[in-house]
């Protein structure tokens, strides 16, 4: 059996708390091991000291007095104060005593209480608050039984209205006027069972001046170990977030307004061209037959009467009459044609044909105008067995145009290549290169108007300037694509794009 004596030995060595023995003038008599962790001396050292070299300056004085009442009150503390460690730094301690008497002797018993870890602790939270206070988004931590908040942080206060004191006493439904306290129920359920770990959601939080704050939530459970689990929400104030979705969601409105309107009104406007259209291609089919009859009775009666006539003078003035009467006749045939393709009453029927075919065909009829120029003609498409797809009267209605330009608008004794080259994805490329003047840009991108006619030298040359706005609406309605290469001096390349009959 160990004795009372004994033991408080063992007692006062195995304590954590620090213990100190002292005089009533501060001498230092005895202490236990904890106490001279505290101030990283030994007990030796210890002894050599007084009460009053330990504590800072600061704390002198007030040491002094708590020695002076001691004898009146028996006891002193709990307080905190600093303690100087053997380094030179402040240790932060909590400690109380008690006057004791042994043989008529009075001493003083101190309780010792290292702070440091409490103090650190204290010092992070405040910090960390300081952190969370400083946050753009507001933090709201609430139990998890009574579902009472037991920490916002300034951004939540600031949100909403309310002072701590007051949302202590609150619950999440009391803030949020568009969710019912069985709906949050509903909300969190998942979140303690373990089905989610997280959840986010759009609501409004209650202002206490009564507006709504629209927000979004992001909520989740924590529940750690010796702790009583909570929640914590994140909440962000997504009011400029909802007035841009509101001002986004009007201009959408107004937007899908306008196209409507617009939609509506070239509807519109379409059916009245397309009337227009109509109308027009019916005059001109009209006036097309009232035309051409008595223009036919003109051409025929003028042949007829330049067999007729010996005088020379007569006769020239006679074939002058054809001659505007067939300019004439053309003009009106080539209107019509635009028009008929404009109003989509053009039929092509589209098959395979030999390449070397066409442009032999429309050769045989083109050299002899290139003959009376001196012009060369260079076929230089190989004779290998090339098919395309296209209507065979009106691909050659379009090569036709093209010669006949590259020999009118052609120098004297100059030359046209024809050439021919595959393209990817079973395209073929054909070109008509010529040695005339050439065009300058303007006229490239007005080439293939109606009625667009080169101003230049060869302004005298015939022509109703309607010829390569037909040829590129018929290209185009087989499927292919026309375009003009040229420059000032060098003369011109109109090429074509035409499928393969591999693309049938």
């Known amino acids: 059996m160990i004795n009372c004596e004994d033991f408080n030995s063992v007692l006062f060595e195995a304590l954590p708390t620090g213990l100190a023995l002292t005089n009533v003038d501060g001498s230092i008599i005895a202490v236990n091991p904890a106490f001279e962790k505290i101030l990283g001396r030994t007990a030796k050292e210890i002894y050599q000291l007084s009460y009053l070299d330990i504590t800072p300056t600061d ?62 602790a204290e010092r992070d939270i405040k910090r960390f608050k300081a952190t969370l206070d400083e946050t753009l988004d507001c933090v709201f ?75 979004e939530v992001f909520l989740q459970y924590i529940q750690l170990p010796n702790e009583e689990p909570h929640f914590i929400a994140i909440v962000r104030d997504i009011s400029e977030r909802k007035r841009v979705e ?69 006769k020239d003035n006679i074939h002058e009459i054809i001659s505007a009467g067939n300019y004439l006749l053309g003009l009106i045939n080539e209107i019509l044609d635009l028009s008929k393709i404009e109003s989509g009453r053009v039929e092509l029927s589209i098959l395979k044909h030999n390449l070397n075919e066409l442009i032999d065909d429309s050769l045989s009829l083109i050299e002899p105008l290139a003959d009376k120029r001196s012009i060369l003609i260079e076929n230089k498409v190989s004779t290998s067995d090339i098919t395309i797809n296209v209507d065979k009267i009106r691909f050659k209605q379009v090569l036709l145009n093209i010669l006949s330009n590259a020999v009118k608008y052609n120098n004297e004794n100059g030359k046209i290549i024809i050439d021919h080259s595959p393209m990817d994805e079973n395209i073929h490329y054909i070109s008509i290169t010529d040695t005339g003047s050439g065009l300058t840009s303007a006229q490239q991108n007005n080439i293939f108007k109606p009625f667009e006619r080169i101003e230049s030298e060869h302004s005298q040359i015939e022509g109703t300037g309607l010829g390569l706005a037909i040829g590129k609406n018929l290209i185009e309605l087989m499927g292919g694509v026309i375009g003009v290469k040229s420059e000032i001096g060098k003369g011109s390349c109109f090429w074509l794009k035409i499928k393969g009959s591999e693309c049938l």
């Open 141 to 215: 931590m609430f139990k998890a039984d009574s579902l009472n908040f037991f920490y916002v942080n300034q951004g939540g206060i600031d949100q909403i209205g309310y002072g701590i004191d007051e949302l202590i006493e609150m619950t999440p439904s009391d803030i949020k006027p568009n969710i019912s306290e069985a709906q949050f129920l509903d909300i969190i359920s998942p979140l303690i069972d373990g089905n989610q770990t997280k959840t986010t959601f759009e609501t409004v939080h209650k202002h206490k001046s009564g507006h709504h704050v629209p927000v």
């Open 59 to 120: 704390y002198k004085e007030e040491e002094q007095r708590k020695l002076q009442s001691l004898h009146d009150i028996g006891q002193y503390g709990p307080y905190e104060k600093d303690y100087i460690h053997a380094d030179g730094h402040l240790v932060p301690v909590r400690l109380q005593g008690r006057l004791v008497k042994h043989e008529g002797v009075d001493f003083i018993w101190s309780v010792v209480e290292d702070m440091t870890k409490s103090k650190q």
């Open 246 to 314: 509101q001002v986004l969601q009007k201009s959408n409105e107004e937007l899908e307004e306008r196209v409507q309107q617009r939609t509506s009104e070239y509807l519109h406007a379409k059916e009245d061209a397309d009337h227009a259209n109509q109308a027009k291609s019916d005059f001109l089919s009209s006036m097309s037959h009232e035309l051409r009859t008595p223009l036919n009775a003109i051409l025929g009666f003028s042949q007829l009467m330049s067999m007729d006539v010996k005088d020379d003078q007569t």
